[in-house]
């Protein structure tokens, strides 16, 4: 979640020392990004407009995300950071392109982002792939329900002045570029939040991020049935750089497993099976930062299916959904 919390109307004083901790950490961790995803290989839509479209169908992704397992506030209130996320896309031939969205919604504690993203992406065909330019509007609601606060000093005139729930909605826009050759690899570049729109009652900001996306896919010689796909996301808010990396070992295009890392967070181990053309991935994720000792993980669940339309649309060739 792209946002500044407004320190002095809120106060740091108003929490325990436990529950600072865990605010602070996960106040930087989306500061950083607007979902912490461990399966950024299969959720290109949610960051890059310029990828809608690309699967040669009507291309639907869902995701549940559960942080920090076992975390709680000092009086037992399970306050981990929590992920919901669903995208969808699909080519429009008479756009020359394609369109997508996605609906998400951060739960961190007291505070929530529920953003709704809608794009549109302009494709051409060069040298050996698809170049794809995306223009993309993001409404967000951003608000705290300041009822659960629990002061230590129970004079505080901070708190004493806040009661129920405050939100501001916030519009704000996005652009990508995004290019792939079909069962080789693909590469993308994205900006989201470029106006930084800041709320007026919460007095949260969005901050503008940058996303560089990519994956390569390498079937082993000898070995037809098992292809590797390794694959990185660097992010990028100004500040802060993010470094997620993975590598998945696919087999007959319906089992896959392998290991990720995020940069100084957390090490991943994803697994996933496709029944029927259903995709479902779960990855689990091994703290490694000083929250380890506070909680028991991170479980993120993805389900993803592709209804096939009309492939004759830009040129006539195979497409596939191995990077979704």
Same mark, same amino acid.
Request: charged share 15%.
């Given at each position: 979640?792209?946002?500044f919390?407004?320190l002095n109307?809120?106060k ?11 605010w ?7 500061a ?15 960051t ?6 690309? %699967?040669?169908?009507i %291309? ?20 981990a ?5 669903v995208?969808?896309d ?6 020359h ?7 998400s ?10 953003s709704?993203?809608l ?8 040298w050996?792939g698809d ?6 509007g ?15 000093d ?9 009661s129920?729930?405050?939100s501001d ?11 792939k050759?079909q069962?080789?690899y ?5 900006a ?16 503008r ?6 994956g ?5 010689p000898n070995?037809?049935?098992?292809e ?7 992010l990028f808010?100004?500040a802060?750089?993010?470094? %997620?990396?993975s590598?998945?070992?696919?087999? %007959?295009?319906?089992?896959?497993g392998g ?10 181990v994803l697994?996933?099976?496709?029944i029927k053309g259903?995709r479902?991935?779960?990855a ?5 930062s000083?929250?380890s ?8 669940i993805?389900?993803n ?5 009309d492939t004759d649309?830009?040129?006539?060739s195979y497409?596939n959904?191995?990077?979704?």
């Amino acid at each position: 979640m792209h946002t500044f919390i407004h320190l002095n109307k809120l106060k740091i004083r108003a929490l325990s020392l436990l529950a600072i901790l865990g605010w602070l950490l996960s106040i930087s961790v989306f500061a950083q990004q607007p979902t912490l995803i461990t399966h950024y290989m299969f959720t290109n839509m949610a960051t890059n407009p310029a990828y809608a479209g690309g %699967n040669g169908g009507i %291309n639907i992704t869902g995701l549940v995300r559960q942080q920090w397992m076992g975390w709680k506030d000092s009086d037992g209130t399970k306050s981990a950071p929590q992920t919901f996320l669903v995208t969808v896309d699909s080519p429009i031939r008479k756009l020359h392109g394609g369109i997508g969205g996605s609906i998400s919604q951060d739960q961190i504690g007291v505070f929530k982002n529920v953003s709704v993203k809608l794009g549109y992406a302009y494709k051409m065909e060069v040298w050996s792939g698809d170049l794809s330019f995306g223009l993309q509007g993001n409404l967000q609601n951003i608000g705290y329900d300041a009822s659960k606060f629990t002061p230590i000093d129970e004079g505080d005139p901070v708190i004493s002045n806040l009661s129920g729930k405050t939100s501001d909605m916030m519009i704000d826009m996005g652009l990508g570029i995004f290019y792939k050759v079909q069962d080789r690899y693909y590469v993308g570049l994205s900006a989201e939040n470029l106006l930084q729109t800041q709320g007026k009652k919460t007095h949260f900001q969005l901050k503008r991020t940058f996303y560089l996306n990519g994956g390569y896919q390498w079937t082993i010689p000898n070995h037809a049935a098992f292809e590797l796909q390794p694959s990185a996301q660097i992010l990028f808010d100004g500040a802060v750089l993010q470094l %997620n990396a993975s590598a998945l070992l696919e087999y %007959n295009n319906k089992f896959y497993g392998g290991l990720g890392y995020r940069f100084q967070d957390a090490v991943s181990v994803l697994a996933g099976v496709v029944i029927k053309g259903i995709r479902i991935g779960v990855a689990y994720d091994i703290s490694t930062s000083a929250m380890s000792r506070y909680n028991n993980g991170s479980m993120e669940i993805l389900v993803n299916y592709c209804f096939k339309i009309d492939t004759d649309k830009f040129r006539k060739s195979y497409r596939n959904t191995r990077f979704l």
